[in-house]
């Protein structure tokens, strides 16, 4: 048993949550990372929490990327080429805000991420 109870909360939820389920609440936890920041974007220790979260936004489409590619991959041809070509945004803007930080460049990447999360939930 995990000595900290989130911790056991988090295994039982991984092991309940249907795939879809799992990238839609990675992907919310990567806009809220990047909400925060937003909000808070005056924090000392901003430049640390916005590369952290940018990183982890980039390896959440990164996978996407790399599920999107494989040939068994259930989705529909013109839903993967918009989606791949949403990836690619993502990538040019993460890097975009990694090389010239300005709050206002995160909305996008927030925004990106709450539809498609919402989408993946059926909530779209």
Known sequence: MPANPLDAYRNVEKAT???RDIEATVLNKAAMQLQ???????SDDRAAELEYA????????T??????????????????????ALSMFVD???????AYPAPEKLDILININLNVSAGLRGDA
């Open 17 to 19: 949550l249907s795939q």
């Open 36 to 42: 925060m920041i937003r909000d808070n974007w005056s």
């Open 54 to 61: 940018l990183n982890y936004n980039q390896k959440v489409w």
């Open 63 to 84: 996978f996407f990327q790399a599920e999107l590619s494989v040939q068994d991959n259930p989705l529909p041809d013109e839903i993967k080429k918009n989606l791949l």
């Open 92 to 98: 040019r803007r993460t890097f975009e805000a990694l």
